[in-house]
């Protein structure tokens, strides 16, 4: 059995098992001097080499988490503790049985001597050595004892004058003898003396099945302590640590399994507390492993979004360049004679709304569309409509608002394919145009689903134009019907066409949550008339976004506000 | 037809339409991403319940405090197959609904008041509180 080379049983066995992977690590890169490293991976604690730092190799502790070696812990155990107590019980029952002999032969002893001199005090006459005959009865009596061996009498001279029982000297533990003196008058030297000899061998029978005893005593100690131990070795030691081995053998793979405790769990029980502790870095491990994870493949994650968003922000940045190309010069109308400001804010850096300016043949025109959707889709349909425009404005030179709305709504409807074969766009756009005659002080204004919004003072005047907008997919025979509006110009008024994300400002709260509305927006351009446009617009701005209060917006904003200057404008008077 | 129920969100309406009491419902604000998405399986199951002719009265509740374009757009699409039933004799009401003060809301309703002859078109006007 391995297991005699003790203190490290474990770790060599753990050594036996991974000589096939340490082949493949140490040997194979030559014979150079061991590292520090070198034990660890001997003893199969290796780390992995390659990129993927925390991470144990699989089977690192496959040796160790072997049942084999958890029997050579047992039979090293066995093997320590044994010879230990076999010879601190022998010794004891040895010991036990030799002063039992000891006390034994004192009390032969006794015996011996208080015979003799019990004996040699009946002898004691004076002259007794004279006729030594008549005491040989009281000697012989002596001979009763089932001991007794042999008895002689000497006289003081030290010869013999009687002497029975067998006489030949046997070893000296055989028999135990003792002598007498026969004593005479007080402080006169003795009449002579009585040596007497008794057997030990009862005695020595006895010892010997003392130690026998002692022996098969041991023995039956020895199986039962052997039988014991190993009962609850196995039960309280190798069973609890075999379960710690597996569960550590599954965490090596990353199976996070606890070890079962089953409720058996004992606070004085060393290996229940270290299998609880281990269960806690266990459960801690997953969880950081867990999270460590979660976070990559948020990381990940993050990162595409971000690539996929910075791809998105950089095209749609692109196309918000394109887009505000296809708008005109804010100072396209300074020779008509108009004061012309601008809010134009898609909700997404492109949008839906659109506006035109130009001067053409003296005429002032003033576009606001405002087409279905926002962002991406929206800006498309505004490139429809600037198209559509162009080609109405400079191929077929209309120049009445109304006509322009009626011929735009047709352009629209065939470029989107929505006149009656099965369309699949139900878009459109609200649309209002103005045409400024300088000349005649005359403002022409035609909608549809786009107002004029004319502040005079504190006078606000609305003209709404048609309902419906422009273009959608409609009913056979359905024709849009715009009505055109004449306005004579006077001094001070000021006008504006907006598209309703202007006027659909979300704000509030509670129950006075509601859209701003045409009525909030106008009344604060009406309270700030004596600005310059440019700054009219700017606090409007500013307005819409203190009464939206954090709400996000909406929609895409358009706002133009125009009035003539008060040199282009003769006084009314 | 099986009864529309679903939970408002910050972009589209609470929808209910329970077509088996007759009475349809949207509340909230409308402003999907994808308005035709919203609101196409709702038509369509407009359209299937009118097309089978019970004849049973339908009351369609909107109180909407914003919608925007496209909303509008399919909300005129919805209103349109109900006044088309009306015209044929089935009893629908539109009940439009707005915070008193709304003008925005109001005079969307107004418009909308205007496509129906037939059926009827009410103006609900709510208190602030």
């Known amino acids: 059995?391995?297991?005699?080379?003790?203190?490290?049983?474990?770790?060599?066995?753990?050594?036996?098992?991974?000589?096939?992977?340490?082949?493949?690590?140490?040997?194979?890169?030559?014979?150079?001097?061991?590292?520090?490293?070198?034990?660890?991976?001997?003893?199969?604690?290796v780390d992995v080499p390659t990129g993927e730092p925390g991470t144990m190799r699989p089977g690192a502790l496959r040796g160790a988490a072997r049942g084999r070696d958890l029997d050579s812990l047992a039979h090293t155990l066995f093997l320590r503790i044994y010879p230990v107590i076999a010879v601190v019980v022998l010794v004891t029952q040895i010991g036990i049985a030799w002063v039992n002999y000891r006390d034994q032969l004192h009390l032969y002893s006794e015996r011996a001597d208080l015979m003799a001199s019990l004996a040699a005090r009946a002898i004691a006459r004076p002259d007794w050595s004279a006729s030594p005959e008549i005491y040989r009865r009281q000697v012989e009596a002596l001979?009763?004892?089932?001991?007794?061996?042999?008895?002689?009498?000497?006289?003081?001279?030290?010869?013999?004058?009687?002497?029975?029982?067998?006489?030949?000297?046997?070893?000296?533990?055989?028999?135990?003898t003792a002598q007498a003196d026969i004593p005479a008058e007080p402080g006169a030297a003795a009449q002579g003396r009585l040596n007497l000899a008794i057997s030990a061998e009862g005695l020595r029978g006895n010892a010997e099945k003392q130690a026998l005893l002692a022996v098969v005593t041991s023995l039956i100690l020895m199986l039962a302590f052997v039988l014991t131990l190993h009962a609850n070795v196995r039960r309280h030691v190798l069973f609890p640590l075999k379960r710690l081995l597996l569960a550590m053998r599954e965490v090596e793979h990353k199976r996070w399994v606890p070890v079962q405790l089953d409720g058996a769990f004992r606070a004085s029980n060393e290996i229940d507390v270290i299998s609880q502790a281990f269960n806690r870095m266990v459960d801690g491990l997953r969880s950081g492993d867990e999270a460590k994870q979660l976070l990559q493949q948020l990381e990940q994650a993050h990162h595409k979004l971000e690539d996929a968003n910075r791809l998105v922000m950089e095209s749609i940045g692109y196309a918000r360049r394109i887009q505000?190309?296809?708008?005109?010069?804010?100072?396209?109308?300074?020779g008509t004679g108009l004061d012309v400001a601008v809010l134009w804010e898609p909700l997404h850096l492109v949008g839906g709304d659109y506006f035109w300016l130009e001067e053409i043949d003296g005429l002032g025109i003033l576009v606001v569309a405002d087409c279905t959707g926002h962002g991406v889709p929206g800006a498309f349909l505004t490139l429809i409509v600037a198209t559509a425009l162009d080609r109405l404005l400079h191929e077929r030179s209309l120049r009445d608002p109304a006509a322009i709305l009626e011929a735009l709504d047709g352009m629209v409807r065939t470029q989107l394919r929505q006149d009656g074969r099965g369309a699949e766009s139900d878009d459109g756009l609200d649309c209002g145009i103005c045409v400024w005659d300088r000349a005649r002080g005359e403002m022409r204004f035609a909608g549809a689903g786009t107002a004029l919004t004319i502040i005079d003072g504190a006078a606000v005047t609305r003209i709404r134009g048609a309902r419906r907008g422009l273009g959608y997919p409609q009913r056979p025979g359905e024709r849009v019907a715009v009505e055109e509006t004449l306005l004579t110009v006077a001094p001070g008024m000021s006008f504006y066409l907006m598209t309703d994300g202007i006027t659909d400002q979300m704000g509030g709260t509670g129950p006075a949550r509601r859209l701003l509305g045409h009525r909030g927006v106008t009344d604060i351009l009406a309270g700030d008339q004596a600005a310059p446009l440019a700054e009219q617009v700017a606090r409007l701005d500013a307005a819409l976004t203190a009464y939206r209060a954090g709400e996000a917006r909406r929609d895409d904003m358009t706002l133009l506000a125009f009035r003539p200057r008060r040199d282009t404008v003769p006084d009314a008077a | 037809m099986d009864r529309i129920q679903l939970a408002a969100t910050d972009r589209s309406p609470q929808v209910d339409f329970d077509f088996a009491s007759g009475h349809l419902s949207l509340r909230g604000e409308s402003y999907p991403e994808d308005a035709a998405a919203f609101f196409g399986p709702l038509l369509q199951a407009l359209r299937a319940h009118l097309a089978d002719q019970s004849g049973a009265p339908i009351v369609f509740e909107v109180g909407l405090a914003y919608f925007n374009s496209s909303s509008a757009k399919a909300l005129m699409n919805l209103f349109m197959p109900l006044e088309d039933a009306a015209e044929?004799?089935?009893?629908?009401?539109?009940?439009?609904?707005?915070?008193?003060?709304?003008?925005?809301?109001?005079?969307?309703?107004?418009?909308?008041?205007?496509?129906?002859?037939?059926?009827?078109?009410?103006?609900?006007?709510?208190p602030v509180a």
Do not use: C, N, Y
Request: charged residues 30%; glycine residues 10%.
């Open chain 2, 88 to 126: 044929e004799g089935r009893s629908v009401t539109v009940r439009w609904h707005f915070v008193d003060g709304d003008e925005t809301i109001e005079e969307a309703g107004e418009d909308f008041a205007a496509d129906f002859s037939h059926a009827r078109f009410e103006m609900v006007r709510e």
């Open chain 1, 143 to 176: 001979s009763l004892d089932p001991a007794f061996r042999s008895v002689t009498l000497r006289d003081a001279a030290g010869t013999v004058l009687m002497s029975f029982g067998d006489q030949k000297p046997g070893r000296g533990f055989e028999r135990i």
């Open chain 1, 1 to 45: 059995m391995s297991a005699e080379a003790t203190p490290s049983a474990p770790a060599q066995a753990a050594l036996g098992q991974d000589a096939r992977p340490h082949a493949r690590g140490g040997s194979l890169r030559g014979a150079g001097p061991r590292r520090s490293s070198d034990f660890l991976e001997v003893a199969g604690f």
């Open chain 1, 324 to 334: 505000s190309s296809v708008l005109p010069d804010r100072t396209a109308l300074e």
